[in-house]
Structures are given as structure tokens and as C-alpha cells.
């Protein structure tokens, strides 16, 4: 018999499951969770996974997270399954895919380029050139944002 903790069900909203562990504060905060936007919401952290030894869970209630939003998620958590719930029915599961191009969450670690520049600030603006872990390539100055620099920007 499985021996996995367990969380209550949500009626309505979005399940992010196998979360690498302990990353769950990051997708929070890509999500919004500092200016509140998250309402709702409960973490599981390092819980026992029977594919992946540990996992973070996220599930947000009464609210379906979007595309954009989970594109981005995963530059922190490749492996993580989206699931969202209509009647406690899980009714979409979706492996995130991380898109072809990254947008504003994410800043440019050259502090010459135009990005940072504080005069005239411009979205940054990232090509992905490698996945798990995530390497991107600044598309205004080239420089290569490494899985660890990206990281810590969510620290
Ligand atoms: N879940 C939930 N509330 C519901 C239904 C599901 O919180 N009403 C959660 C489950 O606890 C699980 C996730 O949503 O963390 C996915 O549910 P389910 O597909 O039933 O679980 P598994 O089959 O174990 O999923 P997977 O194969 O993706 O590991
Ligand atoms: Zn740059």
C-alpha cells in the first residue's frame, strides 16, 4: 500500500503536483503569491513521491491557473503535472511545456544590458536553448542565463 501524505481535496481549481521538492515557494512567487494575487492556496513540502522520491504539491482553490503562468513555472519545476478540478473531478492533467521564448519574469544578470537600464526600461526577454535544467539566452545582449542564476532570482 501507497504511505503518501495525505491533502485534503479541492472541490474547484488547479493541483500542481510533482513539484521538484522544496521549490514550491518559487512557483508561489511566479504566481503571484507576493502581491496577493494567489488566494487560497495550500503547499505541501517534501512529501514522499513513490516515482520521484519527494515532491512539492501546490493546490490553489477556485482558480485555473493559465498558460502563461505555467509556462513559466516550469524553468523551476520541469516535471510538474497540472491538474485542474471542476467537482472534485480532475477533468485536465497537462505535463508543462516550456515555451520557445520567456518573457518578463526573468532579468537580464548583464547589468549593461538595455533590459537594465533604469532610464528607459525594457521587458527582458529570454530564447530557452536547453531545458531541465533550463539555460536561456538573453535576446537583446546574448548573455546566458544559467538553471542557477534563474533560481535565485526566485529566492
Ligand atoms: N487532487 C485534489 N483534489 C481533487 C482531485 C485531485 O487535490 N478533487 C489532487 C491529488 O491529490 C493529486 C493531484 O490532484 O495530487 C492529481 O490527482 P490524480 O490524477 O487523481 O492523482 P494521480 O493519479 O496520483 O496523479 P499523477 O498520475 O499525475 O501522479
Ligand atoms: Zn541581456
Not at 495525505?6 to 521549490?23: L, P, Q
Not at 507576493?34 to 495550500?42: L, R, Y
Not at 513540502?45 to 513559466?72: A, F, P, W, Y
Amino acid at each position: 500500500m501507497k504511505s503518501e501524505l495525505k491533502i485534503k481535496a479541492i472541490e474547484n481549481g488547479t493541483v500542481i503536483d510533482h513539484i521538484t521538492a522544496n521549490k514550491s515557494l518559487h512557483i508561489l512567487k511566479i504566481l503571484g503569491l507576493p502581491d496577493g494575487k494567489v488566494k487560497n492556496v495550500t503547499v505541501a513540502m517534501n512529501v514522499s513521491s513513490s516515482e520521484t522520491g519527494r515532491k512539492d504539491i501546490v493546490k490553489i482553490e477556485n482558480r485555473e491557473i493559465d498558460h502563461q503562468e505555467l509556462n513559466q513555472i516550469a524553468l523551476i519545476a520541469p516535471k510538474a503535472t497540472i491538474n485542474i478540478i471542476r467537482d472534485y473531478e480532475v477533468i485536465k492533467k497537462d505535463k508543462i511545456i516550456l515555451p520557445e521564448e520567456i518573457t518578463s519574469i526573468i532579468k537580464c544578470t548583464n547589468a549593461k544590458c538595455i533590459t537594465n537600464y533604469v532610464s528607459e526600461p525594457i521587458t527582458s526577454k529570454f530564447n530557452v536553448i536547453e531545458t531541465q535544467p533550463s539555460v536561456l539566452r538573453c535576446h537583446y545582449c546574448g548573455k546566458l542565463i544559467k538553471h542557477e542564476d534563474i533560481e535565485k532570482q526566485f529566492e
